[in-house]
């Protein structure tokens, strides 16, 4: 059974090889030749900034909800523009989608969901929150510093290729656990877990969903397109995983109540969603 599982996982993980690879590559290039505009678009115009961060945060780079938590901590953008970016970011999940030949209009309907939820919640947030207080000088700085930083100098062939190899390296080990739980448990009886009690599930996603780490995103993905959750929980864990945007948001923004009042509205408005689209019977 171990031996089936791991060649079942080692397989199917080196199918995924090439097509992440040109994907990575592909972001790398746009990352290259336009990364340093998402950033300072998002600081242009409050009543533009939520649309803008749901457009910026859809795109498949960690390092962008990155930008737009130092761009917060420096008040250069509102919170409604910092949360559209980090709900419609969703770290690996997009090439996770596309190496695994989902249809494309089944990534468009997820990806456009993920954006007109970050809309919304992102506007909403800045008509509760009118005021905007007085701009951090030594924040601004450090987001200012982070523009900088987001311009990489190193071989684009080389970067993409680590960043292949350690997203190969997460979905075979996920997928060899994940198969050696099903050959234990059953898969009609691991997906019953997640959906025989109400909002388990999606409670369950959010709090994988907020690890700062690309692990979280492939988890939840596979387990998406496994059969194993189903939209709820899958849009719950998606929305809230920002990948290292939270981090830095707690490194940089100083209010240490504020934080956990950002991270627990981000867990709140990902949960109301997700849960919403359980309730609905939404099919993505």
Known sequence: MILDSLLDALIDSAKMLPFLYIIYLLMEVLEHKAGKRFPRLLGKSAKVGPLAGSFVGAVPQCGLAAASASLYSGRIITLGTLLAVFLSSSDEMLPILI?????????????????????????????????????????????????????????????????????????????????????????????????????????????????????????????YLGGIIGTGPMLTGLLVNAGVGTMVLIRTNRNVRENIGIVCTLYGIALVWGVAAELSGLVL
């Open 99 to 223: 190496s695994e030949a989902v249809p494309f209009v089944r990534i468009v309907r997820i990806v456009g969901l993920k954006i007109a939820i970050a809309v919304v919640s992102g506007y909403a947030v800045d008509l509760v929150l009118r005021s905007r207080r007085k701009i951090d000088e030594e924040a601004r700085k450090e987001a200012e510093d982070a523009f900088a930083g987001f311009e990489h100098r190193s071989n684009m062939f080389i970067c993409a290729l680590r960043r292949t190899l350690e997203i190969f390296i997460y979905i075979f080990v996920f997928s060899f656990i994940l198969n050696m739980i099903i050959a234990v448990v059953g898969e009609e009886r691991l997906a019953q877990a997640f959906s025989s009690v109400p909002v388990v599930g999606e409670l369950i996603a959010g709090l994988v969903g907020l690890i700062p780490n690309c692990a979280s995103s492939v988890v939840i993905t596979e387990l």
